[in-house]
């Protein structure tokens, strides 16, 4: 049996209501990718939707400082490596809003 | 973590130097049904009483939070908001009115809260919140609710609540979207763990739906009742998601950036 790392996983990205111009107006995005990672995931998803590019490094594939990326629900904070990731997991991009 | 964030807010009744004040017969005739709720009781009615709560901005988020705290039977509150009434306030800033357009808010807001509530202490400055005049009014209350628009502001009130210790609910929205955290300094992470820069593409103006900014402000208002009633599990370490399009609630863990600009020396 093949494991994550050896095959292609989706992954769902959820885009918020700020970044949906960037995503023809999508709030949930299922990608393909291969060679599982975070990384992988967001490179992904910028070539899908290269308005989206603007809310990260492109190099490292960090956030940008108003955003907030999470995991399963767990905020990420090392971007240093290659994150791990599994099929079906659900990678959520939380922007600072103000809206008060 | 819970004892000391609890105990910092130095309310307990067994504290000489700060005793509790007695409800009155009004005041047990109207909060009777909210001390029916179970770890609330009278004694977290008495320190609501007690208690002083500053709220940056009274719109459509702060306009209900205040409506919310001033219900429940805080004892002390003060806004933060400049400005007349406009037409486009109407839509969700339920503390102004329609007869008041062209008018101060602040003055609006004195009025409809005092109908509500005409034993709340209510102080309302005709002022946002600023690098100035934050200091001064965190300095005088117990816990805060942030709901202005503008992040330069946020962020200042950020600063002086990490500067005083003083506990902070962070909540804010976006179309259907919205989001509230409690801060807790040098225990929780701050405005500035999770965001450590102002955004640099925000606009003053946003859509917006009352019902949107008012849920949120419930949500918030709910969060400093349990605070300071000390009762219940505040959001902190947690960032509560809602998507109001597809009735989606996530609560999300956060976590302190060593680093923090902010708070990283606490
Ligand atoms: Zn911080």
Redesign the interface.
């Known amino acids: 049996m093949m494991t994550d790392t050896e095959r292609t996983i989706r992954v769902v990205w959820i885009i918020p209501a700020m970044l949906r111009t960037a995503s023809d107006g999508n709030s949930e995005v299922a990608i393909a990718v291969q060679n599982p990672s975070y990384q992988e995931a967001v490179k992904q998803l910028i070539t899908l939707y290269p308005g989206i590019a603007e809310h990260f490094d492109v190099e490292t594939f960090r956030p940008r400082s108003y955003i907030s990326i999470f995991h399963n629900d767990e905020q990420l904070v090392d971007f240093s490596t290659g994150t791990p990731i599994r099929d079906r997991d659900e990678l959520l991009i939380v922007p600072a809003l103000a809206g008060g | 973590m819970k004892a000391t964030l609890l105990n910092s807010l130095d309310m307990e009744p067994s504290n000489p130097m700060n005793p509790l004040p007695e409800l009155t017969p009004e005041e047990h005739a109207i909060y009777e049904w909210q001390m029916w709720v179970r770890n609330f009781g009278e004694l977290g009615q008495r320190k609501l009483k007690n208690a002083a709560v500053l709220i ?2 009274c ?4 306009g209900v939070v205040a409506l919310q705290l001033a219900a429940a039977g805080i004892g002390k509150m003060f806004i933060a908001h400049a400005g007349n009434v406009k037409p486009s306030d109407l839509n969700r800033q339920l503390l102004m009115t329609y007869d008041w357009i062209g008018k101060p808010r602040s003055e609006s807001i004195k009025r409809r809260l005092k109908e509500l509530n005409p034993r709340i202490d209510l102080t309302v400055i005709d002022q946002n919140i600023n690098e100035e005049n934050a200091e001064p009014l965190v300095a005088q209350v117990d816990l805060v609710v ?6 330069q502001e ?1 962020f200042a009130m950020n600063r002086q609540c990490v500067a005083q210790k003083k506990p902070l609910v962070e ?9 509230i955290t409690s801060i807790f300094p040098g225990q929780t992470p701050c405005l500035q763990c ?9 606009k003053r103006q ?3 739906f009352g019902a949107v ?1 008012g849920t949120i402000a419930s949500m918030a208002a709910m969060e400093a009742l349990k605070i300071i009633g000390q009762f219940g599990q505040p959001l902190y370490g947690k ?1 509560l ?1 809602c ?1 109001f ?2 009735m989606s609630f ?6 302190r ?1 060593a680093n923090c600009a902010c708070c990283g020396h606490l």
Do not use: H
């Open positions: 940056s901005r719109g459509g988020v702060g942030d709901c202005a628009p503008l992040f946020r909540c804010a929205m976006y179309e259907m979207e919205a989001q999770l965001y450590p820069e102002i955004p640099a593409n925000w946003f859509p917006v900014s960032l998601r998507d399009n597809s996530k609560t999300l863990r956060i976590q950036r």
